[in-house]
């Protein structure tokens, strides 16, 4: 039975992948004379942010001027999450309503810190929906590791095989893996491994084609408990 369904917020919930990141790495890059592509930033989506600049200067050189980069881009990026709404991903609202309706328990884990997390999800409208929200700056070990989920499941006291997760991503998909966690693919912009998809029990393109899923496993519980 499914007690609780776990969240990852980029590209997952919001389209903050595609409309912030990528969007003002590329600008930011153009700016510098060091163009990113698209690509290459789509790669980099998922990881936690301190690896960020490691695979900037691996990819493209020690000289690549990072500093200056990361002070562009941050600047641009917070302008937006602290001001703006970021649009919400495809059948996010659909899905969280149904849940709600449900009374299934929802959590966003997220590799954002805590004061961007926030921030996103009430400009965007959604902040209500979640009772916990865990982020990156909040587990000592970011995904891939499985600290992130495993922490949000152990606060809702719930069985792991009875917690579904949603990643759009490499490291969340490996996070979810290695944490033995029932997992959900919504595919993108960020790049994944045949792997992901075999641990996975479905890969989509819009959340809300998850609902029957859910339904299904919740109803023969339902009818085999009683």
Known sequence: M??????????????SERVLYIKNGMEVSKILGRPLSKEFLCSLMGNSWDIYPKKVLEAHGEDYPIDEYLRLYWERIDKIIFHEAIPVMPGVIEMLDFLKEEGIPMAVATSTIYEKTMACLKNAGIADYFDYVIAGDMVEHGKPEPDIFLKAIEHFGVEVKDAL??????????????????????????????????????VIDNIAKAIPYIKEQNETTTGIQA
Not at 5 to 15: N, P, R
Not at 172 to 199: H, S, Y
């Open 2 to 15: 499914i007690r609780l369904c776990v969240f990852d917020m980029d590209g997952l919930l919001l389209d």
């Open 165 to 202: 997760v949603f990643e759009d991503g490499h490291n969340g998909a490996q996070a979810a893996i290695k944490g033995g966690c029932p997992l959900i693919i919504v595919q993108d912009l960020a790049q994944l491994t045949q792997e992901d998809f075999d641990k996975s029990i479905m």
